[in-house]
């Protein structure tokens, strides 16, 4: 009979023990629960252990357990103390645990089950049957689909301190599956709490009794009745790959068959439909010595379901000449049938084909690329010698290692689906048998195989596949892509560079010291120029370096080195007379025309270093300064600018192939894998983003980008404001926009092609230039400029307002000749002013740069293209687009004249907008822009020419202010 559990209070009110029992339950919380089933299920037990060595309360019954713990890099058994508990007793005390934070997670996992076991009973999911050894006992069932989901998480989250004793006479030690073990834990619930001692008519009943009654013959009753809970057996296939033997095909008549090699067995495993935990193997079944809860229709209903999966499966159709229909011994193709399709057919028709645990780790392949030279440098120009040449080549590995050369020729020559690997069977695809038989790929030449190295990937067969460097060419990827190592400053310099120029100089240094070119592409005023001074000072090479930039900042150019390095040569090749006769190292300053021009000569000249100041004027790699400048050999290459990209991916491209030629494949290609997906990838707003992380893993290491916002770069700049002033057209502006666009979507809307993109490219300027004054549009020659323009208008209230706080200003557009329409305005206004434009000799943008920042003249007017880069221009603390370019990083360098290190006061930016026009619309597409500033821009105004004439019409369409 059950006795009161001592957990429960005493009926009598005087007792003194509560107390003590509650606090000795909320002691064994604290420790590991273990259930520990018995051959009855009642007579299982729950014990408490310490898996700390901590000491256990006195509760229970002290006894001895045995454990599995972790011992060196092995495990072994130990006895440890424990208290034990029948289930009834321990029933209450789990059930506290779920609620219990301080509880064991192995207490409180075993807290859940009881809770589940209990909600079981409660729903009356009790089934009879007998033991084995034909002893009556209740079981948890039937189970449906939550139920069982419900268990499984509860075994999946069971701490091996949960389950942690060995099974007994297993040798080597073997734990119980816990999913085994929880259900084992519902059954002896199910069996214990109908036995109540409320009933003494039930002592020695069948089934209401606590000790072990005896009744073989009600076998057949209990499964009859659990027969009729249950919903019949389905079967599934346990592969067992544990020995090859021979083996005879299956008998006919028709005489012998020819011995074929035993690739394994198929072992047929029978589960019940209705609680899919209850799984034994068709040999136990037949034999009569399956677990309790199959009916007697078990058998029967698990020849059915062979004859139905031998429907999509022949080959199991053998398993029912057999006297029991246990294990279907496979042949090669059998096996290999398995792996693939007849797997996919099986589980179909609902019978799953489970592999051993072994197979888990599968064979893998990995496209490598090593150098074939012997110890192979992993610095210097010789690396990346043009005849050095480097291994492209398949490397299999199984779980993670590598297979050696003779493994993988071992495996070439498998011709089965299973093979044997290191002591464990693996799974073999055909397709990395291929790959073992045809390991080499080919030679990669060295800039392949540097892009191979970064990007991680490589074109095998027209597809992509993953790809990874190994000996010297992975230490490269590692120098090229880890830490920089800290340079000293070159004595000669005479600065003190700042934390990012010391790490800009680093980097540089690195890249040419491997043989490698670079682009630096900070921002604009964050110091370009000192840090390639000190780089050709710290290299310290016989040879001079050739610097190429715009005219413009020729006289920047020298009057930095003779700064930061007084005493080394200066030269200009610029001019009638220039010469490079008598060079002694030092610097050779010229422009972008006179390098073009004079191509031959420069290329005869040997030269340490070129450099490419404001390198986007060479962003065309088709045009005649790009080829000319790719004439000049040197060691060392490097590209300066703010705006590595400015309108697409091509000008990228033209960039780094000058520096490191090669690097990138040819433009093409590089437009075709990299350049397409990633513009597109930013169109979407989503996109192909493993191309946009292959590109930048790609070039990362080739160019450096710093921006003036990042943490740390320039926290002494003073703060920018930008604002963005809409200005309404007067009518005359309004009438000739309204006639423009009239005029020109007839003709467009009848024309395609080259034509139809050159109409639309022609309107998109004339309406920029009536939004900016009537008489730039209509060309008159002896303009009146007042009071027509709405722009003009207003940039005469902020001059105003900013010579009268004693301020300077630049004023930038796009159009020289609107340029000189508010040189003519100014000039009638009596405003100092001066104009810089393309036009303007060398000489004399010096003059202008050194008298606005003098203080002399506080109005500068500017042509964007021809001063939108290079000049130092910090005395202005203002700076105003009349006209917007359309692209947003061509206004950032314009007013990075202004806001760069240096300046020391703040700048406020004005963008003057045409309300209601294309202008305005522009705005917003160029806002958009801005916020992808670290990503890759569009293509610019060329963009527009594609779109279609309904869109083009509410682009340009002119909107009135409501």
């Not at 009943?205 to 005896?214: G, I, L, V």
Request: net charge neutral; aromatic share 4%.
């Amino acid at each position: 009979m059950t006795q009161p559990s001592q957990w429960q209070s005493s009926p009598s009110p005087s007792s003194s023990s509560q107390p003590r029992a509650t606090d000795a339950a909320r002691a064994l919380l604290r420790h590991a629960a273990v259930f520990l089933p018995a051959a009855v299920p009642r007579e299982g037990r729950i014990a408490f252990w310490a898996p700390d060595g901590d000491a256990l309360p006195a509760a229970g019954t002290p006894s001895p357990l045995t454990v599995v713990r972790p011992h060196g890099d092995g495990v072994r058994s130990r006895s440890v103390p424990a208290v034990t508990f029948s289930v009834a007793d321990a029933l209450p005390l789990l059930a506290r645990a779920p609620r219990s934070p301080a509880a064991h997670p192995a207490t409180r996992a075993w807290g859940t089950a009881a809770v589940q076991a209990l909600t079981l009973a409660a729903r009356g999911r009790l089934l009879p049957g007998v033991t084995p050894e034909g002893v009556d006992a209740w079981r948890a069932g039937p189970l449906d689909a939550a139920d069982v989901d419900h268990l499984r998480a509860v075994a999946a989250a069971l701490p091996h301190e949960g389950y942690a004793t060995p099974l007994p006479g297993r040798r080597p030690l073997q734990l119980p599956e816990p999913e085994a073990l929880v259900r084992a834990f519902l059954d002896a619930v199910a069996d214990t709490l109908p036995r109540t001692p409320a009933a003494p008519v039930a002592a020695g009943r069948p089934f209401a009794a606590r000790e072990a009654q005896q009744v073989p013959r009600m076998a057949d009753w209990a499964a009859q009745v659990a027969a009729g809970a249950d919903t019949g057996v389905g079967i599934s296939l346990r592969l067992d790959l544990s020995s090859f033997r021979l083996f005879d095909g299956p008998e006919e008549d028709t005489g012998p068959v020819e011995d074929v090699r035993r690739a394994g067995a198929a072992v047929v495993q029978v589960h019940s439909l209705a609680d899919p935990t209850l799984v034994t193997d068709a040999g136990l079944l037949w034999a009569g010595a399956a677990a309790a809860g199959f009916g007697p229709r078990a058998r029967i209903d698990a020849v059915l379901a062979l004859r139905r999966a031998a429907r999509v499966w022949p080959p199991l159709l053998r398993l029912l000449d057999q006297p029991a229909p246990d294990v279907l011994a496979l042949s090669d193709p059998e096996l290999e049938d398995l792996l693939g399709a007849a797997a996919n057919r099986l589980a179909a028709a609902g019978v799953l084909v489970h592999w051993p645990r072994e197979l888990a780790r599968t064979l893998s392949a990995t496209a490598v690329v090593r150098s074939t030279a012997p110890g192979s440098a992993t610095d210097g120009t010789a690396f990346f010698d043009a005849g050095h040449l480097f291994a492209f080549s398949w490397e299999l590995a199984l779980g993670g290692d590598r297979l050696t050369p003779g493994e993988m020729d071992a495996l070439a020559q498998a011709h089965r689906p299973v093979v044997r690997l290191r002591d464990q069977w693996v799974r073999v695809d055909p397709e990395l048998v291929r790959k073992a038989r045809k390991r080499e790929l080919g030679l990669l030449d060295p800039v392949d195989a540097l892009a191979v190295a970064l990007s991680g990937t490589a074109e095998v067969d027209g597809e992509p596949v993953e790809a990874v460097p190994v000996g010297a060419l992975a230490a490269l990827r590692e120098r090229l892509t880890g830490e920089l190592t800290p340079l000293a400053q070159p004595a000669a310099l005479k600065a003190t560079l700042r934390d990012y120029q010391a790490r800009g100089l680093a980097w540089l240094d690195l890249m040419t010291s491997l043989g490698l070119g670079g682009c630096l592409a900070d921002d604009m005023g964050l110091g370009k120029t000192v840090t390639l001074i000190a780089l050709h000072l710290h290299r310290d090479r016989p040879e001079p370096t050739l610097v190429v930039c715009p005219a413009s900042l020729l006289g920047n150019w020298q009057r930095e080195i003779e700064r930061f390095a007084p005493g080394v040569p200066v030269r200009r090749f610029h001019g009638g007379t220039r010469s490079l006769a008598g060079l002694d190292g030092g610097f050779v300053l010229t422009t972008y025309g006179t390098m073009r021009a004079s191509a031959p000569r420069l290329a005869g000249q040997a030269w340490g270093m070129v450099v490419a100041d404001e390198a986007q004027h060479v962003k065309n790699p088709h045009s005649a300064t790009a080829k000319a400048l790719r004439t000049i050999p040197a060691p060392a290459r490097v590209a300066l600018t703010g705006t590595p990209v400015e309108n697409n991916l091509s000008e990228l491209w033209a960039l780094l192939d000058w520096t490191t030629p090669g690097l990138l494949g040819p433009l093409t290609a590089f437009r075709a894998r990299h350049a397409r997906p990633v513009e597109h990838q930013q169109e979407e707003d989503g996109g192909n983003e493993a191309a946009v992380a292959r590109l930048a893993a790609l070039v990362r290491p080739f160019l450096l980008r710093r921006k003036k916002s990042d943490p740390g770069i320039a926290p002494e700049l003073p703060p920018k404001t930008e604002t963005d002033h809409p200005v309404s057209l007067t009518r005359e502006q309004a009438s000739l926009y309204q006639a423009a666009v009239d005029e020109a979507m007839a003709v467009i809307g009848a024309s395609e092609g080259i034509e139809r993109r050159g109409m639309i490219m022609k309107l998109l300027a004339s309406l920029k230039q009536i939004c900016n004054h009537p008489a730039q549009y209509l060309k008159e020659e002896q303009p009146r400029i007042p009071h027509r323009s709405g722009k003009l208008a207003l940039l005469d209230e902020l001059l105003d307002t900013i010579l009268a706080e004693d301020g300077s200003v630049l004023v930038f557009t796009q159009y020289v000749t609107m340029a000189r329409l508010i040189e003519q305005h100014l000039s009638a206004r009596g405003i100092s002013h001066q104009l810089l434009h393309g036009g303007t000799p060398v000489p004399r943008r010096e003059e202008l740069v050194d008298r606005f920042q003098a203080g002399e003249v506080p109005v500068f007017l500017l042509s964007l293209k021809a001063a939108g880069t290079g000049l130092n221009l910090t005395r202005a603390g203002h700076v105003i687009h009349f006209d917007r370019w359309w692209n947003p990083a061509v206004e950032e360098q314009a007013t990075d004249r202004a806001y760069r290190i240096g300046q020391t006061q703040p700048v406020q930016v004005h963008r003057i907008i045409a309300e209601g026009t294309v202008e305005d619309r522009i705005a917003e597409m160029l806002e958009a822009k801005r916020a992808l500033a670290d990503a890759v821009l569009g293509s610019g105004e060329s963009a527009l020419t594609e779109l279609t004439d309904r869109e083009l019409a509410d682009l340009v369409s002119l909107r009135r202010p409501e």
